[in-house]
């Protein structure tokens, strides 16, 4: 079994990435961090993975991703895969969360890490990942909703463990 950590560099992927490294530490359980990139520059710009004008280059992103995740966690296993529009209605970020979703379960994760604002809310964006991901039964769900906890309960950013 392993924990699972998609991981995009931002605030909360990389607290979400934390607790999971800590929590890997504590189980003895290998921690995969996983950046999926899909072939979709609008996407890559919205993360904040490229600039404007900014050519689209997924090694360059993922070396990058790589570069982030190891500062958190250096002993983290990581993982990118790359998605391609393989359907004309599915959005970039419907298979960023089948890939998710299939990694997990190559991987036997027994817990993923989500770092979302929304995972698990009624209404939920149609960019985010953490809801879909949250949603599958297969594994429990860990929920980071602040990047930086500080003084506050350390349950206080679970949103919640599903079985």
Do not use: C, H
Not at 11 to 18: F, G, N, Y
Not at 64 to 93: I, L, N
């Amino acid at each position: 079994m392993s924990l699972l950590v998609p991981f995009d560099g931002s605030p909360l992927a990389t607290k979400a990435l934390e607790k999971a490294s800590t929590f890997g530490d504590l189980l003895d359980e290998e921690v995969v961090v996983l950046t999926v990139i899909p072939d979709d520059s609008e996407y890559a710009r919205d993360r904040g993975w490229i600039t404007r004008g900014e050519p689209f280059d997924p090694e360059a992103i993922a070396s990058g991703m790589e570069t982030r995740a190891r500062e958190v966690a250096p002993e983290a296993t990581f993982r990118v895969e790359e998605v391609q529009s393989d359907e004309p209605t599915a959005t970039a970020t419907m298979n960023v969360v089948r890939e998710i979703r299939r990694v997990a379960a190559k991987v036997g994760a027994s817990v993923v890490f989500i770092g979302s604002e929304n995972a698990g809310s009624v209404i939920s964006p149609q960019s985010s990942v953490g809801s879909p991901v949250a949603n599958d039964q297969r594994y429990d769900v860990y929920v980071v909703r602040q990047p930086d906890t500080g003084d506050s309960d350390p349950v206080s950013d679970v949103d919640s463990t599903i079985e």
